[in-house]
Structure formats: structure tokens, C-alpha cells
């Protein structure tokens, strides 16, 4: 399989596991699990054919571990960055001190009025570093990275959910929480 085809078939696992399930006729469970027979059917009857082989080796090598198997092996879903409504189930929990968010300076001026909001997503994404922070921002355009006073938010109420690849989670960053980095 070649990298290129790599990519191809993560991005469309992304957007089926994530976003746009019923592209495929696919149903995802409350906790957005896939049954993986089902998904390989309906992924080749869609035109994107590939076998659970490499779907092992996809969930093994993507970079930024995107996806993950339940316990029996039988279902996969993504870990973070779903828009359709599930419920992943992790445990609300104590955050690092500070927690970065990387968006683009076209964003600055909204954010700093209604503070970090999670727009299309389930959550907004936060990031235990500022380098993970400017890559996650420089997908949008020119970076900048905010600081958020995570243990803060978290001692005045506001749950925190750290997902399966390490992404940081949370429902709402108001204003008062963030400085510019
Ligand atoms: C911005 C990627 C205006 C927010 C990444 C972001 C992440 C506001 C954009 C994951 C706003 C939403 C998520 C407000 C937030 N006014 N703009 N009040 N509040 N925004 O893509 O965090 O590669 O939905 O700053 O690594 O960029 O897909 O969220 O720029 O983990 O696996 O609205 O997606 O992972 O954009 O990225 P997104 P995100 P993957």
C-alpha cells in the first residue's frame, strides 16, 4: 500500500468515523464504535476498498494515533474530533496547570469576545504542548497559540476529558481563562 493510498483511505476513515457516517449507510454506536466487518463492506461498496489487514496497520501507524479498537477487536472508532453526537466516555479529570489551543490570527478577535467555543466539533480541542498547539493552528492559516488556565477551570467546575490519542477535551474556554501565548 502506498503512502499516498495511506493518506486516502485515513482521510476517509476520518470522515466516516467522525463526521459523515451515513456517506456509507454506516452506523456508529452511542460511544461512536464501528463494527469493523460492516465498515470494510460498506467502505468497498462506496468505492474505497481495503481489507482489515490494513485497516490494523492504519490504526497501528497513523500519526496521530486517530483511531483505535474496542477490547474484542470487533470495532473501531476515531478518539477525538467527532461533529456527530456520541458519547466517547471518558472520565472527567484533572488537567495539567496550562493547556495550549492553537488557532489562526483570523480568529483571534471572535475568540477573545465569546472565548474558545467548539464550533462544528464535540469539544474544543486543547493541547498539552504549544508545538502540538501551532500544528493544529497552522491548519487554519497563519498560528497563534493560546493559554489556557486549565487547573483553574477545572477547580471552578469545568469537566476536562483527555481522549484515547492524548487530545485534551472540554466544552467551553471562557475569556477569562486565556492568554495569548
Ligand atoms: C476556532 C485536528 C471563532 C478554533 C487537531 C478552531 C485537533 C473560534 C476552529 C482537532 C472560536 C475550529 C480539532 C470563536 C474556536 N470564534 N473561531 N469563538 N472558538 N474557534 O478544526 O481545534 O488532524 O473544529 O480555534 O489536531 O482546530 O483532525 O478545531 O481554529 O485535535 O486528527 O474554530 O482536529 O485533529 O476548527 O482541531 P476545528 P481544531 P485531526
Redesign the pocket.
Known amino acids: 500500500i502506498t503512502e499516498k493510498e495511506q493518506i486516502r483511505i485515513s482521510k476517509f476513515l476520518?470522515l466516516v468515523l467522525r463526521h459523515q457516517p451515513e456517506l456509507i449507510g454506516l452506523q456508529l454506536n452511542e460511544q461512536g464504535w464501528a463494527h469493523i466487518e460492516t465498515l470494510l463492506e460498506k467502505s468497498a461498496a462506496y468505492g474505497v476498498s481495503f481489507d482489515k489487514q490494513t485497516l490494523k496497520y492504519l490504526v497501528a501507524t497513523n500519526s496521530?494515533k486517530?483511531f483505535a479498537f474496542s477490547p474484542d477487536a470487533e470495532y473501531v472508532r476515531a478518539s477525538?474530533?467527532h461533529s456527530v453526537d456520541i458519547e466517547l466516555g471518558y472520565k472527567n479529570q484533572k488537567p495539567p496547570e496550562i493547556l495550549y489551543?492553537?488557532?489562526?490570527e483570523k480568529?483571534m478577535q471572535?475568540?477573545l469576545?465569546?472565548?474558545?467555543?467548539k464550533?462544528?466539533?464535540q469539544h474544543?480541542?486543547l493541547s498539552s504542548t504549544i508545538e502540538t498547539a501551532i500544528?493544529?493552528?497552522q491548519?487554519?492559516g497563519k498560528p497563534v497559540v493560546f493559554t489556557v488556565l486549565a487547573q483553574q477551570m477545572y477547580a471552578n467546575d469545568f469537566s476536562f476529558y483527555l481522549s484515547d490519542n492524548g487530545?485534551w477535551l472540554t466544552d467551553h474556554v471562557p475569556v477569562i481563562y486565556l492568554t495569548i501565548n
Open positions: 476520518s496521530k486517530r477525538q474530533g489551543h492553537g488557532t489562526a480568529f471572535s475568540i469576545e465569546t472565548g474558545l467555543e464550533c462544528r466539533r474544543v480541542h500544528h493544529v493552528g491548519r487554519h487530545v
